[in-house]
Each structure stands twice: as C-alpha cells, then as structure tokens.
C-alpha cells in the first residue's frame, strides 16, 4: 500500500475534524452576538419606542427570536425620521434669505399662544405653531377631470417656474400629459422643478424620468436613505401632493399622478377624490413646503423662488379686467394655514391636528378618509367629541385597495362604534379623499389619512381653510357622500366570513407599521 492512500483518509478525518470544531465556535459566537445586538436595540427600542405597548411587544420579540427580529426592528420600528431638519439648516446657512422664508411662513413661536383661539383655525393653526393668513381664494376639485383640468391649465400659464410634488406618478396617459406639460414650460425657459417618492414610485419607467431631465425639467426623488445615519429609514415615505405656480396659484389634495385617479383604473367604477385650488398668500407657505423637502433631496435652495408678497389687486389674472380684480380682491376673505406634518417634527403633529379640529368641533365633526387606523390619542379624542354631543361621523370605503390596511379598519370600526362615533362605507365607488370639517367654520383638505402611517410615519400636508364659502360647498360634498354610503352596523358583522375576521385579527396587529 502506497504512503498516499494511507495518509488520505487521514487528511479527511482531519478536515472534517476542523471543520466541525470551527463550526461549533462559530455558531455560539454568532448566537451570542446576536443576542447582544438584540439587547442593544431592546434597550433602544424601551428608551425610543413611540407607546409602552410597542415597547414590550418589541422587547419581548427581540430577545425571544433576535434573528427574525432585528432586521425588522431596525427597518419599521423607527417613528423618527433622521437628518431632515439638519439638512434644511445646513442648506439655510447658504441661502439664508429662502430658510428665512421658509421659518416666516410655516412657523409661529413654539409653546406661545398666537390666536385668539375663537375659531377652529385658531385652535388648529394655535397647536401646530403655524400661521394663518388672509385673503386668498379657494376652488373645490371634485374628482380627477377638475383636479387635472386645473393642474395643466395653471401649469401651461406659468411665467417663471413650476414646483410640482406628489407620492405617485405613473407612466400611462395622464402621466404622459403631466410630462409633456412639464416639458413644454422648460423648453419655453421656466425653471421646471419635481420631487416624487422613490417608494411610491417604484414602477415608474427610468425612462419616463430621463425624458423629463433630458428636457430640461429638474427631477429629484425624496430619497429617505441619504447618508450612513439614514441607511434603514425604508418605512418612511413622502406622501405630499402639491402644486406651486410663481409663488401665486396652487393646488394641494389627494391625488397623484395616473389613470386611476380619473376613474380610468377598472376595479372600481369611481375614484373618489378630492383637491383645492388656490390663490393667494397661503401659496407662499405651500412652496415653503416644497423648499424644505426640495432642500432634503438635492441639498441645494430655490434661487428663483419669488416669496415677497404682493397685493392681490397688483396684478390681473388671465383674461380678468380691472374690474374683475377689484371685485375677487373685496372677496378674497377666505383665510388659511398649511398642515405640514412629518417624522421629522418633535412632536406627533398629526395628531395633534386632528386632536385640535375634535376638540374644537361643537355642532359636527365629519372626516373622509380611505385608511382606518387611529391611534389612542385620536380614538380619545373622537371619544370626547361624541360626549359633548357632537355629531361626530367618519366615511371609508367599501372596496379595498390595500387589503391589510382595509382589514385592520374593521377591528378600529367597532371600536369607534362602541365609542359612539358613527363610521359610513362609501359604496358610489374607490374613497380616496382625505377630508375634514369642523361645524360651519373649518375645512380641511389635503393628503393626510386617518391611519398610523400618516400620523407618524408619512411626511403629509393638509390645507386648512376658514371661508364661509368654501366650507358650505365641502358640507354638500360631504352630504352627496355620506348618501352614497351605508352606515356601519346595518348588517351584522358576523356576515363577513370567517376568514375575513381572522385578517382583521392578524392585520390589527400590524397597525403600528401600517
């Protein structure tokens, strides 16, 4: 017999040897390192963690199960959004006189009263340390004909720039006519400017987006992982959806960019949506939320941005005579303050807005939301608006489009119910507008859901508006919806199948995340 085949088997006794002695080394160093990790970020998770429940349910979970975990820990469980505000303030040292607008419209003094607190904007604007500003003009756009009509028309009238903002673009037909919108205003010489959320736009083409920047129009995505500090801020999203058109003329709502939002998606036989024109000061303070989330994706300010504000009878709109302006400036009454809520704020903003509107509600409190999942604080607040006897109703949809989100609304209905606060099923088709209105007095229209994502986790923006006006046209809007709708509770609940109660088990489970 060979010197070799006697010393081979020996050789793979010994590599099988080392192998299983480095295995068993390894293993309990990477378990025992794991575990650590996990003690770490349970530590984080009591100390930063938004309510007492999530942090033990966390707690419990990251030292019971570490591997599964901690990857989700780091990516959902964050409700602060990092950098933001740091960035705006590192960019405002260069542009000191745009940071200096941005302060002057979107801020009051924090923790000082600065209303008379009469009005329900006073209380709402008073809680978010926002301003309230006179003498602007409001048009309701119901549904997405009117919302797009009014979108190309202010875009085509620009004279020098255009900020556009939204969650979602699609490139099909309505996409394709924003677009060659957009293009038409940058090769004409307009600074053309566009913020969109990488997450929301997911399935938007890079090639839709190359045609834009080849053209000329200045195309940034609100990317929520900049930097090695950012690198696990994938729950957060940029939910805005707004248009600024010279400083002077916007439109803010519910809607984004695609089909869908014309009704043209299939499914449902109606996309219910809501937005709002406006002219006026409160555009300044629009566009002041542009420049701060403008300053977070491209670190750069807006040098075009004009933020002097002009008297309304300084100028004509197209095609109106003199004796228009005089006319539309006695009327322009109307007052307003933007919302602007996120998890870069230091306090739960949205929140405390719809706290502020329930608790400043004394005849009604009527709010249309697609998405049905309030935290504590919101369900005690809609508790105490019912008993002081305010006739306090919310409108969902019937149809689903995000099925976990439509599941957990149905374990947050009965609790409503039980509370007193009665909930509506909209059955004239897909609910998407997100609305509210306080008595006589308050309106309030924009992007912010009635769920967890939006009050914590979403960057949002909500006009909030006082014209006696308007108000009476949203309180019509509202009754033609709350027709087409079935009160909750007609049928009993146990209908639903058994399968579908088990979802709304499971999905409730999920609501901090939803």
């Not at 080392?18 to 009591?46: D, E, M, N, Q």
């Not at 740091?86 to 941005?102: C, F, K, T, W, Y």
């Amino acid at each position: 017999m060979s010197p070799n085949r006697t010393r081979e088997p020996v050789l793979t006794l010994f590599s099988i040897e080392s192998v299983a002695h480095w295995w068993g080394i390894l293993v309990p160093l990477t378990l025992l390192f794991l575990h650590a990790v996990a003690v770490v970020s349970a530590w984080h998770a009591i100390r930063n963690t938004r309510t007492s429940q999530a942090a033990v349910a966390w707690t419990v979970a990251l030292l019971a199960l570490p591997a599964f975990t901690l990857p989700a820990y780091w990516v959902f469980a964050r409700s602060r959004f990092a950098g933001y505000r740091e960035a705006v303030r590192d960019v405002g040292r260069q542009h000191l006189a745009s940071l200096n607008a941005i302060e002057q419209e979107t801020m009051t003094r924090t923790d000082a009263r600065t209303t008379a607190l009469i009005s329900p904007l006073d209380q709402v604007a008073d809680v978010l340390d926002t301003p309230i500003c006179e003498g602007n003009h409001f048009e309701l756009l119901i549904d997405g004909e009117a919302f797009v009509s009014s979108l190309m028309d202010q875009i085509a009238t620009a004279e020098h720039y255009v900020y556009a903002e939204f969650y979602i673009i699609r490139d099909d037909a309505m996409g394709k006519r924003f677009a060659d919108a957009l293009i038409a205003q940058a090769e004409a010489g307009r600074t053309v400017r566009l913020l969109y959320d990488e997450v929301g736009c997911l399935k938007l083409p890079s090639s839709y987006l190359s045609r834009l920047r080849g053209a000329g129009v200045d195309v940034r995505a609100f990317n929520t992982r900049q930097g090695w500090v950012n690198r696990f801020q994938l729950n957060f999203r940029n939910h805005r959806k707004l248009l600024v058109i010279d400083g002077q003329r916007g439109v803010v709502g519910g809607l984004n960019i695609g089909d869908e939002y014309l009704g043209n998606h299939g499914w449902v036989e109606r996309w219910r949506d809501t937005a709002v024109a406006v002219r006026g000061p409160i555009v300044k303070k629009i566009q002041a939320v542009f420049a701060s989330d403008y300053y977070w994706a491209s670190r750069t300010g807006l040098s075009e941005a004009q933020w002097a504000h002009e008297p309304a009878t300084d100028s004509l709109e197209a095609g109106d005579s003199a004796e228009d302006s005089v006319e539309d400036s006695a009327e322009a009454t109307g007052l307003a303050a933007i919302c602007a809520t996120g998890p870069a704020d230091p306090r739960a903003r949205a929140t405390m807005m719809f706290a502020a509107a329930a608790g400043a509600a004394r005849d009604r409190l009527w709010i249309s939301t697609p998405y049905l999942v309030p935290d504590e604080t919101t369900l005690n607040s809609l508790s105490m608006a019912c008993a002081r006897g305010v006739d306090v109703r919310i409108l969902v949809p019937s149809d689903a489009d995000q099925w976990l989100v439509y599941l957990a609304g149905f374990h947050f209905e009965s609790e409503l119910k039980s509370l007193g606060v009665a909930v509506y099923r909209y059955t004239g088709g897909f609910l998407h507008q997100k609305c509210v209105l306080v008595d006589n007095d308050l309106a309030m229209i924009g992007s912010t859901n009635l769920d967890n994502r939006s009050l914590h986790l979403n960057f949002e923006m909500m006009l909030a508006m006082d014209h006696s006006g308007l108000v009476a046209e949203v309180a019509e809007m509202l009754d033609q919806d709350f027709a087409a709708a079935t009160k909750s509770g007609v049928t009993p609940q146990r209908l639903r199948p058994w399968y579908g109660r088990i979802g709304t088990i499971v999905a409730r489970l999920f609501s901090p995340i939803l």
